[in-house]
Nanobody, 123 residues
Framework: QVQLVESGGGFVQAGGSLRLSCAASGRTFGSVAIGWFRQAPGKEREFVAVISPSGGSIYYAESVEGRFTISRDNAKNMLYLQMNSLRPEDTAVYYC????????????????WGQGTQVTVSS
C-alpha cells in the first residue's frame, strides 16, 4: 500500500509559477514509479508527467513539455511538480499516482492515487 497526499495548489495569474508536492507513505517509495495527472471541469483525467523509481526516466505530456518539471526525493518520500509559465488551460485538479510499473502509472492504471489539489490559473 502507498498513501499519497498532494499539496501546493492555489490560485495564480497566467505566466506565474506553482510547485506541487506529493508526500508518500507506506510501501518503499524508491520502488514505485510515480506521476501526475490532472482533471479539468467537464473533462477526462489526463496524463501530465511520470518519473521512474530511480528518477532516470521521465516523460511529459506534450502540453506541458518545457514548462513543467517533475522530480522526486526518495530520501524524503516526496514527489514534486514545478509548474512555470502557467496558462488558464492548466486549471485543473492535480493528482499524484503511483505503482510498480511506469507504464501503468503513465496510462492511468496505477493502483494508488492521492485526493488531488486544485490549481487555478487566471487570464
Amino acid at each position: 500500500q502507498v498513501q499519497l497526499v498532494e499539496s501546493g495548489g492555489g490560485f495564480v495569474q497566467a505566466g506565474g509559477s506553482l510547485r506541487l508536492s506529493c508526500a508518500a507513505s507506506g510501501r518503499t517509495f524508491g520502488s514505485v514509479a510515480i506521476g501526475w495527472f490532472r482533471q479539468a471541469p467537464g473533462k477526462e483525467r489526463e496524463f501530465v508527467a511520470v518519473i521512474s523509481p530511480s528518477g532516470g526516466s521521465i516523460y511529459y505530456a506534450e502540453s506541458v513539455e518545457g514548462r513543467f518539471t517533475i522530480s522526486r526525493d526518495n530520501a524524503k518520500n516526496m514527489l514534486y511538480l514545478q509548474m512555470n509559465s502557467l496558462r488558464p488551460e492548466d486549471t485543473a485538479v492535480y493528482y499524484c499516482t503511483a505503482d510498480s510499473l511506469i507504464i501503468d502509472v503513465a496510462s492511468g492504471r496505477g493502483n494508488y492515487w492521492g485526493q488531488g489539489t486544485q490549481v487555478t490559473v487566471s487570464s
